[in-house]
């Protein structure tokens, strides 16, 4: 098993990260707007009427598929940086939906977004909220 790069020796794995997560999350967010505007369109517009609930599930299925099947959604891939757990290996599909989860609900209530930036910003790794509850590390891919 692969070992987490130290902070303190290996820099350059979380250097820009939190710049990094955040292009990736507006990318990510304009991949499940097209997806849903698919199914909107692939039902005759009768998606309209649960565009809310089908953002949250199209979201959730999207984010957990890709950090399951690549340690990354296509944001994070094209933004260059990967989730492991704190033992330096890839996410598996449960970690992947806790970390969903656990994303999820940081999302929902702005003190818990608030913080899980902060924390993005100012700690040694740069995890977020949901990161440290779940045990996972936001990296720069190798080269």
């Not at 979380?14 to 292009?23: I, M, Q």
């Not at 957990?64 to 704190?86: C, H, P, Q, Y």
């Not at 806790?98 to 977004?113: E, I, K, M, N, R």
Request: charged share 10%.
């Amino acid at each position: 098993m692969p070992a987490l790069p130290d902070p303190n020796y290996s820099p350059e794995f979380y250097a820009s990260v939190p710049a990094k997560r955040l292009f990736a999350w507006f990318v990510d967010g304009l991949i499940i707007c097209a997806i849903c505007i698919a199914f909107v369109v692939g039902t005759a517009f009768i998606g309209l009427f649960f565009l809310g609930a089908l953002f949250l599930m199209v979201g959730f299925a999207y984010r957990v598929i890709t950090i399951a099947n690549g340690s990354a959604t296509w944001g994070m891939k094209f933004a260059g940086i990967e989730l492991r757990d704190l033992g330096g290996a890839r996410l598996n599909l449960g970690q992947a939906v806790l970390h969903t989860l656990a994303y999820s609900v940081s999302l929902a209530f702005v003190p818990l977004q608030l913080v899980s930036i902060v924390l993005m910003l100012t700690t040694a790794k740069g995890q977020s909220l949901a990161d440290m509850f779940v045990g996972t590390v936001m990296i720069n891919r190798k080269a």
